[in-house]
């Protein structure tokens, strides 16, 4: 038989799979690069699509999934691959977490780069995705140099470039031959290196006295998230500020206490997913977090979030069970495994 002159896809057919199939797939396809935890899996498919391409020394991927909870941790990152880079495009949905101890918000548009070879751990909404992973050395990425995480601005010139180019060679892909790969992939090398090396990438904007405080607070809330203590009169005393300075630098997200609110009900949804034990967890999780109560707590998360905590506890280890038939061999198709193709690169 011919082979076909096109690069190859490996993905996930979908047409007529369960939702409970799609779980047991998505979670073989990632388990290599992330622990997931599903977050409102009773509304929401776990996986639309999960495509990825080896294009010469690039591995480009396309997804589309439901909320959920991604943590790389130190068991992926001793598989035995080159550190990569990991560039994104979230064509819709958000993400926030951390890359390395560095904060990670990703809202549409944005055009995200973050060190594949540390530990990620992140929440993100029902999303459609394009990626392109590739290695240190082909971009010049330095960890000693390079920040874990950075965005190119998506309204400079190399931000314009370097997207109209990525959503051209996705529209692509399905027609491109073996034959031309090595003259896209080199062209997009040349274009991310670029971006890892432009100003605006590398170095974080300068901020003015104001906002290097408002930063410096914010910080100081998330580190201080489980303490009783954590109140408008003891941040005032940290940063020598007037409580009207204070409410007035939190009046565009709802308030001092909105946001602290905001943030410990982040976390919790954080340890709810990866907890072991999940009888019980939403009480403890509340407790720990300084809810006033669980009912509080509990009416807090559904407003935030859509779904109930209690739906959240443990949604990792039900992504890592089996199927409740306990017989994964009954999927219409097997999972592919993304870890030879990045061995390639």
């Known amino acids: 038989m011919m082979k076909s002159p096109y690069i190859e896809r490996v993905g996930l057919d979908l047409d007529g799979v369960s939702d409970e199939q799609r ?52 068991k992926h990152l001793k598989a035995d691959v080159a550190d990569c880079l990991l560039f994104q495009i ?8 951390e890359t390395g101890g560095e904060t990670v918000h990703i809202r549409p548009g944005d055009l995200h780069i973050q060190d594949f070879s540390r530990p990620h751990r ?44 990525v959503l ?23 274009l991310l290196r670029g971006a890892l090396f432009s100003p605006a990438s590398l170095s974080p904007p300068s901020l003015g006295i104001v906002a290097a405080r408002s930063r410096a607070i914010r910080d100081y809330i998330v580190q201080n998230l489980r303490s009783e203590h954590l109140t408008a009169d003891a941040i005032c005393s940290k940063f020598g500020l007037s409580r009207a300075t204070l409410y007035r630098d939190f009046q565009a997200e709802g308030g001092l206490e909105r946001y602290i609110t905001a943030r410990r009900l982040d976390a919790a949804l954080m340890n709810l997913a990866v907890t072991d034990t999940p ?25 935030k979030f859509g779904f109930s905590p209690g739906s959240v506890a443990g949604a990792k280890s039900r992504v890592e069970a089996p199927s409740s038939d306990g017989d994964r061999s009954q999927s219409p198709l097997d999972a592919p495994d993304l870890l030879p193709l990045l061995r390639k690169l």
Not at 170 to 180: G, L, N, S
Not at 279 to 303: L, P, T
């Open 90 to 97: 979230y064509l819709s949905g958000e993400v926030h977490g």
């Open 168 to 190: 051209s060679v996705f529209r692509q892909i399905e027609t491109t031959t073996k034959a031309e790969q090595a003259a896209i992939a080199g062209g997009l090398i040349g």
């Open 23 to 74: 779980r047991d797939l998505w979670a073989d396809v990632v388990r290599p690069l992330f622990d997931v935890s599903l977050l409102n899996a009773d509304v929401e498919p776990p996986v639309e699509r999960a495509d990825a391409w080896l294009m010469d020394n690039l591995l480009l991927t396309k997804a589309a999934f439901g909320s959920q909870i991604f943590d790389r941790s130190s």
């Open 122 to 165: 992140a929440r993100a909404t029902q999303a459609r995705v394009l990626g392109i992973v590739v290695s240190h050395d082909l971009v010049g990425y330095d960890r000693d140099r390079h920040p874990a995480v950075m965005h190119v601005p998506r309204d400079g010139a190399v931000g314009r470039v370097l997207r109209s180019t």
């Open 279 to 303: 009888r019980g967890a939403v009480n403890r999780v509340a407790e720990a977090w300084r809810f006033s109560s669980s009912s509080h707590f509990i009416r807090e998360f559904q407003r």
